[in-house]
């Protein structure tokens, strides 16, 4: 299988050749149920570069393949996006059961999607069976339903290949599977779609047991309802109970009410029943609330109906209102931000465990956070530990499946050991909380946490002693090798971490990895030749562990260098960032960029000067300067100009003194630069130019640092020799440069950009097309550099662009003024 997946021939791992032949390969897939569900996995298939048969039902009247039809547009136009970019849905084919079933015959992976109703799968699947390949491997991707059960009366042979894979929405963002074995699986059959979906779906794997719900499902279950239960009793509101299960505890920003919303009212409740009917626990007194029965009935779904708990309505001007649900009226009220005083003090600290612990230091009796949180978080710690051998056999498989399942920044486990076990216990004994027999268990034998050993050992509960993490080196982590390396140099904002086999990591670990002094200045000492660094090692990537790659250029340091009109910081600040990305390029080692999330502004600069650059799937990469009225000034430029001097073969004049290859694709760059696109994927950064086709893209965020070393050393090993900095760069010249400024002059007088954006916009054309100099003349890099720098300083003395900087860092948005 290859490492990474993408629509240009990749290269693949070193040790991919020594691997032996699997008895199965996943080349081909199909899809049965065309619902929401079923066509967002077939959507993420496709992402992977696979070809993917999407079946469903033929309805009563008109075209037999509608459904599936309907639900390859709908996937077209989804948000969150459902392809890596639109050509993705080439790769899907549409049919129904009724004519196309045996195509399945071609396929070595079929998913069964359709509804949550125990007849309604098996009968399909008793039509399914005799279509299969005798190696075909036919999973189900229920929610909660006896996987056992629903495969029950499949042929023997199939039933060795007859198991779980359940994803969660929307598959393509939502790292976790689950994969649930019935006493018959084939552990081949497991394995080759728990490799397939690791390294080629982007899936944290883990395995769960055949009960109710599963892991995540029966643990996320319990939480939501209990969280209902606790909020109806305390007398807090919807918006209340959305700020404390969100960011402050590590939750994501959706909260209980936001979330449940974006899943869907109906699959909530479908979801639910099922626990409450299946999941006979000892908290059976946790029920679906009448308030939800209502909201069902009034078909007030969530978002796939415009209303559920929030409601979002565009009013006569044009704007958008938020409104949301009174859950004692069910009548909806303008939306608040409200907020809680143990929460605001709690925001400045980073850490979870940090945050948890002022949280919980309040007085329940009055202070309102620290009564919900002494509540639900002690009931949510006794239910997952009591579900330990029941839903999987570890604690570590248990929070793997909550972090990737519902993107908590920590498990339930590891959330209570930043709370203290031992000081919760003594709290949930003196309040009546039954202690679960594994808590006592874990105390009894002298352990005090869920984990020890920096994480990298856990409490093996069947055994009442501490085992190792499993740890698989193909998905280190920075910080893994921080701890099994160590640190070679850093400061404040930037770390050169040793991540083995002679190739350092540079980590940024700044406030949202803003590209500061104290980062360029490292980058600057430890690429130039001879330093130590080149010496101790033979290659570099540059990556981290949080969610964003970098914002970009540190703002603030800029704001108030302008503010003190400090022109000559500011010009040396501009050089040095210039003198770190060409650092960067033209290192005697070679440098492997791996951005992920966010990578904006500088970020994308230091991306675009690397050797190679190895980026996660969710990428969204741009040169954003113009948004606050800059340009890129770090190199972003020059670069964008050789690669589209380089797409289009070559500068070749024609009678006018034009090249139309060059004149195409400068339009594109200069549109991607003056319009500060960001791209919504790996993929689509390639078709901004940001990433090249000899770059690779790794599917799986947690094999990016294993996936960027293998290019260096994949570079390293081949002869690496550094680029030589071009004088010989043909200018497309003012003739070029006029046509861009037309079209920036026809965009303002359609009112469709302001004076300053045209301003910006201008700078932009005249260093893509060399500034006013006749086409074809010969350019330096250096030139070119020196042409950005005039541009950045000139419009940092823009008022306009003042503006727009100190709005950017109040609001988190652009202004254009």
Known sequence: MPLVTDSVAQEA???????????????????????????????????????????????????????????LNNLRTAKPAAFAVPSVAGHITIGNFDDDLPKLRDCDWV????????????????????????????????????????????????????????????????????????????????????????????????????????????????????????????????????????????????????????????????????????ATDERSDVKLPGFLDELIARKWLGDKTKQGFYKKERGPDGKESRSVLDLQT?????????????????????????????LLSGDPAKDRAAKFYWRALPELWAYAANRIGEVTETIVDIDRAITSGFNWELGPFALWDAAGVPRTVEKMRAVGVAIPPAVEKLLASGGDSW???????????????????????????????????????????????????GIGCFEFHSKMNALGDDIVSFLLKHLRPGSDAARNFDGFIITSDPQNFTVGANLMQLLLAIQDEEWDEIELSVRQFQGMTQAIKFCERPVVAAPFGLCLGGGTEISLHAALRQPHIELYAGLVET????????????????RALAAADAVRIDPRGESVEVVETLKNVFETIAMAKVSTSA?????????????????????????????????????????????????????????????????????????????????????????????????????????EREAFLSLCGEPKTLERIAFTLKTGKPLRN
């Open 13 to 71: 791992p070193a040790d991919q050749e020594k691997r032996p032949n699997r008895k199965f390969n996943i080349r081909r897939a199909a899809v049965l149920g065309a619902g929401t569900m079923g066509a967002r996995i077939a959507a993420h298939i496709a992402n992977a570069g696979l070809p993917v048969l999407l079946l469903d039902i033929v309805p009563e009247k008109g075209d037999r393949n509608q459904l599936a039809t309907q639900a």
């Open 111 to 278: 998913i069964e999607a359709v509804a949550e109703n125990l007849e309604i799968k098996r009968n399909l699947l008793s039509k399914v069976a005799g279509h299969l390949r005798p190696d075909a491997i036919l999973t189900t991707n229920t929610s909660g339903l006896p996987v056992a059960q629903i495969g029950a009366q499949l042929p023997e042979p199939l039933r060795r290949r007859w198991f779980g894979t359940h994803f969660f929405n929307p598959p393509r963002y939502m790292r976790l599977l689950e994969v649930i074995a019935t006493p018959e699986t084939d552990p081949a059959a497991m394995a080759a779609i728990a490799e397939f979906a690791d390294r080629q779906l982007g899936k944290t794997v883990v395995p769960a047991n055949d009960v109710a719900n599963f892991i995540a499902n029966r643990i996320g279950t319990f939480l939501m309802l209990n969280t209902f239960k606790i909020m109806q009793e305390q007398g807090l509101s919807v918006e209340e109970i959305d700020v404390l299960t969100g960011p402050a505890v590590g939750w994501p920003k959706t909260g209980t009410f936001r979330l449940a919303d974006l899943v869907g009212l109906d699959v909530l409740v479908s979801v639910a029943r099922n626990f409450s009917q299946a």
């Open 330 to 358: 069910l009548e909806y009220q303008p939306a608040s931000k409200p907020s809680f005083p143990s929460i605001e003090l709690a925001k400045g600290n980073d850490s979870v465990a940090g945050r948890l612990k002022t």
């Open 451 to 501: 984990y020890r050993a920096g994480g990298t050992e856990y409490f093996d509960v069947k055994t009442a002693a501490y085992r190792p993490v499993p740890q698989n080196p193909e998905l280190a982590s920075v910080a893994s090798y921080k701890g099994s390396h160590g640190v070679f140099a850093g400061n404040s904002g930037i770390s050169l971490v040793d991540v083995g086999d």
């Open 627 to 642: 948004g606050v009225g800059l340009i890129p000034g770090g190199g972003g430029c020059k670069e964008m100009l050789l």
């Open 683 to 787: 993929m689509e950064a390639r078709s901004l130019r940001l990433i090249e086709d000899i770059d690779s893209i790794s599917m799986n965020r947690s094999r990016l640092v294993s996936d960027a070393k293998a290019q260096a050393l994949r570079l390293t090993r081949s002869g690496y020799a550094a680029p030589v900095m071009r004088n010989d760069i043909p200018a497309p010249g003012e003739t070029i440069q006029a046509t861009l400024k037309l079209g920036v002059y026809l965009m303002r007088e359609g009112g469709y950009i302001s004076d300053h954006d045209a301003k910006v916009a201008t700078h932009v054309a005249r260093i893509l097309t060399g500034g006013d100099i006749t086409p074809g003349t010969l350019l330096s890099e250096q030139s070119l550099l020196d042409l």
